[in-house]
Structures are given as C-alpha cells and as structure tokens.
C-alpha cells in the first residue's frame, strides 16, 4: 500500500494505514507466543508509540499473552491517530518504563513527549552514561527474576 493523505496521522507524516488496526494486535500476540515469553519490550520512534499501545493492552486485561515486566521507549510519542484514542483513555498503565528523549529530535516535537534525555537527535542515545541508564533500570529487573 502507498500512504495517502487520509492514512496520515499529521500532515505530511505518514505513520499508520487503517488496515493495520484490524492485523496488529493478531501479528503482535502471534509472535509473542511463538517467540516469547518476553520480560520486556523495546520500541523506537513508532515502535514505541506501539509498544505504549501494548501496555494498554496488557494494563486493561485485553491480552492475556502479554505480561511484560518492563518497557523501554526511545524517541517515543502519543498517536494522533483518532483509532488509537481507547489506548489512552483506559486506566493508567503500571508497567514500569524508561522514556528516551532527545534534546534536539527533529522528528518528534518535544510536545508530544515527556526520562532520561540526552543532547542529540532522533536516535538511541549509547554514550556510556546513557548505557549506564540503560543498565541500572534493567538490573531492577534481573533481580526481581533471579
């Protein structure tokens, strides 16, 4: 499919056809069982604003497959997509998350973001203090496992 003008959720920014809103949750849950379980996720840039939609699947009880025990977001932001409104009008998500954001992200305006935030762009930040960030939100999780 190409992007159209009505499958864009802001102008000129083409992020989500309609017809993935009746395959994503199946293709998601699919993979979660046939290469899980999962202790977290992962997204960057829309895969986080997917792995936010996630949560909220996992926080209203929707999909019992998913049972993250953590989630990290990189460059993430909250879909205009008028489909996605139920994802952000259920109840507060719990799952313990680590948000990346930078300073200088040309891609996501700043005000659809909000922790560690670093001084560059859209990418995942890796300079050794950003890892060490990275490292003790996971340890939190490691221990919990042992």
Known sequence: DSFKTDNVCY???PCWLPRWDST??????????????FDGILG???GAA????LCALQEQKLEPAFNFHFAILVAGFHSCCSQHRCFYEGPAITVPSLHVFGQDDRVIPEEMTQILIHPGGHFVPAASSHRQTYQDFLKKFHAESV
Do not use: C, H
Request: proline share 12%; glycine share 4%; net charge positive.
């Open 50 to 53: 997917l792995v936010a939609m």
């Open 11 to 13: 102008p000129s920014k």
């Open 24 to 37: 994503w949750p199946r293709y998601v849950k699919t993979a979660v069982k046939d290469l899980g379980p």
């Open 44 to 46: 960057f840039s829309q």
